[in-house]
C-alpha cells in the first residue's frame, strides 16, 4: 500500500472538506410509485405532486448547509421525459406523436422516463477520495442502478455530468458504471460510508451489499429485492484502487431490506469517526465493527495525535422499531461536523420530529456522551413522499484545497447562484403534476425549455440529448 508523507498526510488535513452536491430536483418530479421495496414511493404513488414546492424546499436545504459554514455543490436534474429511451423501445415519430403514443399503450414506461429521480445524488456514484487511493486520485463510479428500469437510464449522464464538474486529470479518474446486470447491481453511496479522523487522511471505506450474485447466500431476504451485490462492491473498490487493508465490506441484514430499508442509508450514517446506525441493520454487527476497529487503528500506528477509536452510536430496536426507523427516515439523515463546532450535528426530516418515537429517542440521544450533540431538522416533504430523506438528496465527496479549486466552480453554491436558481425555479416548474399530466406533450416541451435555459447558467452548452 502506498502510504502518504506526514507532511501530505498534515497538510491534507489542515485544507480539506466534504463537499455534499445535492441534486436539483427537476421540473417533472412526480409520484410514480415506481420503486418497488421503497415504502413511501408505493404509499404515495399516483398522488398530485408539487414540483416548485420540491425544488424550492430541496435550494433552501443547500442554502441551510451554507449557512452552516459548509461548501455546497449541486447536481443538475437529467433530462425527462427521456424520447431516446423510447425510441430504443421501438417508438417512432416525433416528440408529441411518441408521448401520446406511449401513454396510450404504456403509460408505465412514460411514467419511468419522466421520473425525477435522479435528484437522489447518494445514488449516483460511488466516490473515493485521494487519501485512499494508490494514485492518488478522487475516484468517481457512477452507478448502474440495474434493479428499477427507470433508475437505470440515469447512468450515462450521471457520468457525464461529474466528468463535467471534476474535469482534471491531475486530480480526478472517472469509471463507468458497472456491467448492466442484476450480478453487478450497484447504488452508489447509498451503500457506502468512509471513515477517517479528517478528510484529508487516509481512511477506511466500508461497501454494504445486499446479497452474493455467484455464491450461495446464506440469508435472503422475502419479499423486497436486495439491490447491491457484494461483486459490485468488490469491483468498485478495485476499480478505486483501493488497498484491502482500508476496506470492509459488510452484509445488510434482509430483515431491514424487507421493511423498506431498500438503501443502507436508510439504517446507517456516518461521519469521520463516527456510526450512526440500527441495530438491526447488518447481518453479522460484531464481526463487521471487530474489522472496522482493527482497520481503524492500524491507519494510523504510534501516531498519538491521531485518534484511533470509532464510536458506534446504536438505536436499539427497543426505543426505535423498524417500522419507525423506515417511516421517519432517522437514519437518512446528514451527520455533519461544523465549523468550530463540538461534536456533530445530525440534520434530520421533519417527520422524524413528528415521530413520537424517533423524537422520544433524539431527546434521550442529546442527553447521552455521544459525538452527537445537536440535532436539527429540514423539511423535504416532497421528496420524502417519493422515498428521499435529507441523505438521498445529496452525495458526499472529500476534497483537499487543491481538488476544490479544480472542480468547476459553476457547481459550487453562492448568493448570486442560489439566487438564479430559485427564480428559474418560479419561472419554469408547476405548482402542481397530476399523473394524467405526463400524457400532455406541453409538459415536455415545458421541461425541455427550462433545461435549456438551466445550461445557460451553468455554461455547458449542449449538454442535453434534445439540445444536439
Known sequence: MTMHSSKEQNSSKQNSYEVNFDGLIGPSHNYGGLSHGNVASKSNALKISQPRKAALQGLEKMQANRSFGLQQGILL??????????????????????????SNSAPELLA???????????????????????????????????????????????????????????YFSHHDALPMSSQFGDEGAANHSRFTNSYGE?????????????????????????RQTYEAS?????????????????????????????????????????????????????????????????????????????????????????????????????????????????????????NAEVSAYLEWLQTQSTPIKEVKFVDVRQSMQNGGGPACLRLRVALTQAELDATNSNFILNDDRLSKLNQWVERHYREEITPSDLADPALAEENFVALDEL??????????????
Open 455 to 468: 445550461t445557460q447558467l451553468f455554461e455547458l452548452g449542449s449538454f442535453y440529448e434534445f439540445q444536439q
Open 112 to 170: 419511468s422516463c419522466y421520473s425525477a429521480s435522479s435528484m437522489w445524488t447518494a445514488n449516483a456514484c460511488t466516490v473515493s477520495p485521494s487519501a485512499d487511493s494508490a494514485d492518488h486520485k478522487v475516484h468517481f463510479t457512477a452507478a448502474n442502478l440495474s434493479s428499477m428500469f427507470h433508475r437505470s437510464i440515469e447512468h450515462q449522464c450521471t457520468a457525464k455530468l461529474l466528468r463535467v464538474i471534476f474535469d482534471n486529470d491531475e
Open 234 to 354: 468488490l469491483a468498485i473498490s478495485r476499480l478505486h484502487k483501493l488497498d484491502e487493508s482500508q476496506v470492509v465490506f459488510a452484509q445488510q441484514n434482509p430483515k431491514i431490506i424487507d421493511a423498506g430499508a431498500f438503501h443502507n442509508d436508510v439504517v446507517s450514517v456516518s461521519n469521520l469517526n463516527t456510526f450512526f446506525m440500527h441495530e438491526e441493520a447488518f447481518v453479522d454487527k460484531a464481526a463487521m465493527q471487530a474489522e472496522l476497529r482493527q482497520k481503524f487503528a492500524a491507519l494510523a500506528p504510534g501516531n498519538p495525535e491521531l485518534n484511533s477509536e470509532l464510536n458506534f452510536v446504536e438505536v436499539p430496536t427497543d426505543m426505535v422499531s423498524l417500522e419507525s426507523a423506515v417511516k421517519s427516515y432517522l437514519f437518512n439523515s446528514q451527520l455533519l461536523q461544523l465549523p468550530n463546532q463540538d461534536g456533530m450535528t445530525l440534520v434530520l426530516p421533519e417527520e422524524s420530529r413528528e
Open 202 to 226: 487516509q481512511g477506511l471505506q466500508l461497501f454494504v451489499f445486499g446479497r452474493y450474485a455467484f455464491r450461495q447466500n446464506s440469508v435472503a431476504t422475502a419479499k423486497f429485492p436486495s
Open 77 to 102: 436534474p437529467q433530462q425527462r421525459p427521456h424520447l431516446p429511451t423510447l425510441r430504443k423501445l421501438g417508438f417512432s415519430g416525433s416528440d408529441k406523436s411518441i408521448i401520446q403514443q406511449v
